[in-house]
């Protein structure tokens, strides 16, 4: 079993700056890699971006690429979003998840939701315009 808690969300102004967190704990193994999405009120949850745990690899949706950053912390076992030049359009839920067993796939694998294993309880990012 995985736990996942998030951390870092608030109220900005477009153009601002937030950074979350989410650090995990239980079981992971050494292959895995986490993930972050985001629900707008009346919308499917989107994937926002990824990181494989060993190696490092990155993975963004186009909406956010040159904006936003995924990094890792290993000794934490923590990854960070570190998100800029905020739009009203990035508002929304943002959720931590975790895949067990990370291939060397693009962006188009690690996007899909139900690929995902563990989920973190969401912490809310409102872009005000």
């Known amino acids: 079993q995985v736990q996942l808690v998030e951390s870092g969300g608030g109220l900005v102004q477009a153009g601002g700056s937030l950074r979350l967190s989410c650090a995990a704990s239980g079981r992971t193994g050494s292959s895995y890699a986490m993930g972050w999405f985001r629900q707008a009120p009346g919308k499917e949850r989107e994937f926002v971006a990824a990181?494989?745990?060993?190696?490092?690899?990155?993975y963004y949706a186009d909406s956010v690429k040159g904006r936003f950053t995924i990094s890792r912390d290993n000794a934490k076992n923590t990854v960070y979003l570190q998100m800029n030049s905020l739009k009203p359009e990035d508002t929304g839920v943002y959720y931590c998840?975790?895949?067990?067993?990370?291939?060397?796939?693009?962006?188009?694998?690690?996007?899909?939701?139900?690929?995902?294993?563990?989920w973190g309880q969401g912490t809310q990012v409102t872009v005000s315009s």
């Open positions: 990181i494989r745990w060993s190696g490092g690899s990155t």
């Open positions: 998840a975790v895949v067990i067993g990370a291939p060397r796939y693009g962006s188009s694998w690690y996007s899909v939701a139900d690929r995902y294993d563990y």
